[in-house]
C-alpha cells in the first residue's frame, strides 16, 4: 500500500512565523500535492510537483511556497503565517501525470496560526 | 470554470439499508472519476474510481453509475455498516494533473 506521511498531525505557530509542513512518499510517485480544507469549501489545490525541483501553482498558490529536493519529500512553506492560514493540510501523491490512478493522502496536519 | 458538486451535505442510513450518494459534474472533458472516504482525524481514503468509458463499476460493497448525458456520479454503498459513517468527496480529473472536488456528503449510519 502506498503510505504518504506527513510530519505533525497538529501544529501551533503565531502570527509572522514562517512554518514549514513536511511530507514524504514511500512509492517513488512523480506527482505530489499540497492542498488545504476548509469547512463548506472542500479540498482546493495550493501547489503540486510532478518531479524534483519542479513546482506549479495550484488555484491558491498566494502566501505559501512549497520545495521538493528528493522525490520522495514535498515541503509546503508558509513564509509568514497568517491566522486565514490556520486549516487542515493535506499531502497527497500519485505515480505519473496522466494516468488513471488515484492521488493518494497522507493524514493531514491541523495547523492553528494565533 | 468547473464545479463539482455533491447533492446533498447529509445523509442518515439504517444499518444494513443501501446508501446512494450522489454527485454532480459540470465539465464534459473530465475523464476520470474517484470516490474518496474520509474519517474524522484522517485523511481521504480512495474508495472506488471509474474513467469516462465506463458507466458503472463495482468493488466490495460499492459501485459508481456514472452518466455522462447528465454529469451525474453516485455512489452506492450496499448493506451499509457504522463503519461506513464518514464524509464521502467525488473528484473529477479534467487535465493530467488536478483533481476537482466537491464539498462533501457526511453520512450517518443509525443502529
Known amino acids: 500500500d502506498v503510505k504518504v506521511t506527513q510530519s505533525s498531525r497538529y501544529l501551533v505557530k503565531r502570527t509572522g512565523e514562517k512554518v514549514f509542513l513536511e511530507c514524504v512518499q514511500d512509492m517513488d510517485h512523480e506527482n505530489m500535492f499540497w492542498y488545504r480544507q476548509d469547512p463548506g469549501l472542500g479540498l482546493r489545490l495550493i501547489y503540486f510537483?510532478?518531479?524534483?525541483?519542479?513546482?506549479e501553482k495550484g488555484d491558491i498558490p498566494e502566501g505559501y511556497s512549497v520545495s521538493r529536493e528528493k522525490k520522495e519529500r514535498f515541503s509546503l512553506i508558509l513564509e509568514s503565517a497568517s491566522t486565514n492560514q490556520t486549516s487542515m493540510y493535506l499531502c497527497?501523491?500519485?505515480?505519473?501525470?496522466?494516468?488513471?490512478?488515484?492521488?493518494?493522502f497522507g493524514d493531514g496536519t491541523r495547523l492553528s496560526i494565533l | 470554470g468547473e464545479s463539482v458538486g455533491l447533492h446533498l451535505p447529509t445523509l442518515s442510513v439504517q444499518e444494513g439499508d443501501n446508501s446512494i450518494i450522489n454527485c454532480a459534474y459540470s465539465n464534459s472533458a473530465s475523464d476520470y472519476f474517484i470516490w474518496y472516504k474520509q474519517e474524522s482525524g484522517k485523511g481521504p481514503q480512495f474508495i472506488i474510481d471509474?474513467?469516462?468509458?465506463?458507466d458503472k463499476r463495482q468493488g466490495q460493497r460499492v459501485t459508481v453509475l456514472l452518466n455522462k448525458t447528465v454529469k451525474h456520479l453516485s455512489l452506492q454503498i450496499a448493506a451499509t455498516q457504522p463503519g461506513d459513517s464518514a464524509v464521502y468527496f467525488c473528484?473529477?480529473?479534467?487535465?493530467?494533473?488536478?483533481?476537482?472536488f466537491g464539498a462533501g456528503t457526511t453520512v450517518t449510519v443509525r443502529a
Open positions: 471509474i474513467r469516462s468509458n465506463m
Open positions: 473528484a473529477e480529473r479534467s487535465n493530467d494533473y488536478k483533481l476537482s
Open positions: 497527497a501523491s500519485t505515480i505519473f501525470r496522466g494516468n488513471n490512478q488515484p492521488q493518494h
Open positions: 510537483s510532478y518531479d524534483v525541483k519542479m513546482k
